[in-house]
């Protein structure tokens, strides 16, 4: 279980990760941390009482971020990628596009594939590139903020994928587009906030379903994966993540297994998480 003071600590190794990698520690991380320290102090001195909701937000939003990205330590990257977590806005409590959030989805899923077991590297293009017995499966990231052209996101997810070659995953994540803006599920238990996402995700799919038949039935992709995340307030508030993965049911037998894989993992490391 993460304390309060554990986000601090969190706070003070973000803080020492850009310094390590000569990279400005953005206004929004900056805040962030800075909420997290708040947080812990008046929680020591038992006065949380006297703190506005945007504080706990703030922290937990650090506490996201930190899980991420503090695994880059050491990655072959890790200048260049820090440095674009930098660039603008990564907190929940916005849904300002910027090349932060855009980054931090890359971050995120990739420490997630690696957290459940799966091998998996941080690769430009096309974002992430998953190593099963020398099979390799290429993952575009793709932080949606607009349905509007969503044809058009797709179609850039699947070149990416095309240019590195083998299977292929174009994997969405949804909160800026789907979620309101400091926005809670509240007063619900931690099964009906993760189907309640799951609704999301699923009507998303089913909404966009024929742009994604039409990569599918040229077995240009092998499957589409949505995540949503949101606050939820149960006993406390925390942060819930609900990943959906689709596929076309005629896909060549050997796409399947690979959806499999990935989605076998990721319901395991979502349920070890709760």
């Not at 962030?32 to 001195?45: N, Q």
């Not at 995120?108 to 941080?122: D, I, K, N, P, Q």
């Not at 044809?151 to 909160?175: D, P, R, T």
């Not at 509240?186 to 998303?204: P, R, Y």
Request: glycine residues 4%.
């Amino acid at each position: 279980m993460t304390t309060y003071g554990d986000i601090a600590k969190q706070a003070e190794a973000i803080q020492q990760l850009f310094t390590k990698y000569e990279r400005p520690l953005s206004e929004e991380l900056t805040a962030l941390c800075k909420a997290a320290t708040i947080l812990s102090e008046k929680w020591e001195a038992k006065k949380t009482a006297e703190l506005p909701p945007s504080i706990l937000w703030a922290a937990l939003s650090l506490n996201r971020v930190a899980n991420a990205v503090l695994r880059l330590d050491g990655h072959s990257r890790a200048e260049e990628i820090i440095g674009k977590l930098s660039d603008g806005d990564i907190s929940m409590m916005d849904h300002e596009r910027t090349i932060a959030r855009d980054m931090f989805w890359e971050v995120e899923f990739w420490h997630f594939m690696l957290r459940v077991g799966l091998t998996a590297e941080l690769v430009d293009p096309p974002d992430i590139i998953w190593d099963k017995d020398g099979q390799k499966t290429a993952i575009a990231c793709k932080r949606i903020y607009s349905e509007r052209h969503i044809q058009n996101v797709l179609s850039q997810a699947v070149h990416q994928i095309e240019a590195a070659g083998g299977f292929g995953i174009a994997a969405f994540q949804l909160e800026d587009a789907r979620i309101p803006k400091k926005s809670t599920l509240n007063n619900v238990s931690q099964d009906e906030a993760s189907q309640i996402l799951q609704g999301i995700n699923l009507e998303f799919l089913h909404e966009h379903e024929r742009h994604f038949l039409k990569y599918f039935t040229k077995d240009r992709l092998s499957a589409a994966l949505v995540a949503t995340s949101c606050f939820a307030v149960i006993e406390n508030l925390f942060v819930n993540t609900q990943w959906t993965v689709w596929t076309h049911p005629n896909l060549s037998k050997e796409h399947k297994q690979r959806v499999l894989e990935l989605h076998t993992a990721l319901i395991k490391g979502t349920s070890d998480a709760k």
